[in-house]
């Protein structure tokens, strides 16, 4: 494979940097603090060793499904109510349990409280069956929110930290718009086709653009998808060894999910990829749409190479790469679609 990938220190210091900002009311906040994927969850010790506890851990750190190891979903760090509010108050994420009887079971989501981006989520309930009760219902959405919340503070990193000439080049020659970060480079440019990474000398993440006409075809279903994307990669993403190519692992169940945004379609698709009479793997998100203006299919495609480390975090940062993308009859560049 001839490219490999991991964390910036660069980008990392601009996502914690100490630098505030100011709310659209003008009031200025802090940046948030703590690690990218780490949730505060503020509760009792006590509640936090006991039964409501383990609900918690089942439903924020499970095992991620689509990595080719065991790694959680959130990193979890138990603090009581009187140590966040005197330690924690501009933590990235808190999940804070309540229980109170004025207004009934409920979650609520409340944003740049103390800091800017950052993301409290409130679960009341009278009793500890209230609140569990809620956790089933409520599980799935809680988790795409606050992982929707990190996809966009890596947004705003690769906005203050976009390669300018990569940037220029996407726009002006081939009609896109993608924030991609100054670390990374253009490695591949051919008609149809670019591959663009940034890699350390044990890690590789990724981001190949695949385009073509749409000839009248229909692509969004997933079949379609996954044979463009096997097509493209046996053909431009070669192993070491000859005969060797990445393809989707057919062993690993894919996620797929069509959405619409700014009146746009677009589909997603999440799984691990393989090499074909190879043996290297990892996962990949997959983010495709219809470019109307220029009659054509634009496929992006986040992946990442990381032997012996962990993915979870080099997966969600490629991924916000990809979700930046736009074209020119869109209001915005930055673009954050999903629930």
């Not at 940097?17 to 906040?29: A, F, V």
């Amino acid at each position: 494979m001839k490219k490999i990938l991991f964390i910036s220190v660069f980008t990392a210091a601009l996502l914690l940097g100490s630098c505030g900002d100011s709310t659209p009311g003008g009031n200025m906040l802090p940046n948030v603090s703590g690690s990218s994927g780490e949730i505060l969850v503020v509760m009792d010790r006590a509640e936090w060793e006991g039964e409501l506890g383990e609900k918690i851990r089942s439903v924020l750190a499970d095992p991620i499904d689509r990595l080719p190891q065991p790694e959680p979903e959130f990193d979890l760090v138990n603090v009581t109510p009187g140590a966040f509010s005197k330690l924690y108050l501009t933590h990235r994420n808190a999940v804070m349990i309540d229980k109170k009887v004025e207004d009934g079971p409920k979650v609520t989501f409340l944003e740049d409280t103390y800091a800017l981006s950052q993301l409290i989520i409130n679960i009341q309930g009278e009793t500890k069956e209230d609140i569990m009760d809620l956790l089933d219902k409520e599980g799935q959405a809680i988790v795409n929110k606050i992982n929707i919340a990190e996809r966009d503070r890596w947004i705003k990193v690769y906005k203050r930290s976009v390669n300018s000439v990569i940037f220029n080049k996407l726009r002006d020659k081939y009609g896109m718009n993608i924030h991609m970060p100054s670390n990374f480079a253009l490695d591949v440019e051919e008609p149809g086709f670019m591959w663009f990474s940034y890699e350390t000398p044990t890690t590789t993440q990724s981001i190949l653009i695949h385009y073509f006409d749409l000839d009248g075809g229909n692509y969004f279903n997933r079949d379609s998808i996954e044979s463009i994307r096997n097509r493209m990669t046996r053909k431009n993403v070669k192993g070491p060894s000859d005969g060797s190519y990445m393809t989707i692992e057919d062993r690993v169940p894919i996620r797929y999910r069509q959405f619409r945004f700014r009146n746009r379609n677009y589909a997603e698709m999440r799984g691990l990829w393989t090499l074909e009479n190879g043996f290297m793997g990892g996962p990949f998100v997959n983010l495709v749409t219809q470019d109307e203006v220029n009659d054509r299919f634009v496929m992006v495609d986040a992946f990442v190479y990381a032997p012996n480390e962990e993915k979870r975090e080099l997966l969600r940062q490629v991924e916000a790469i990809i979700y930046t993308i736009s074209f020119p009859d869109d209001k915005e560049v930055v673009v954050t679609p999903g629930k």
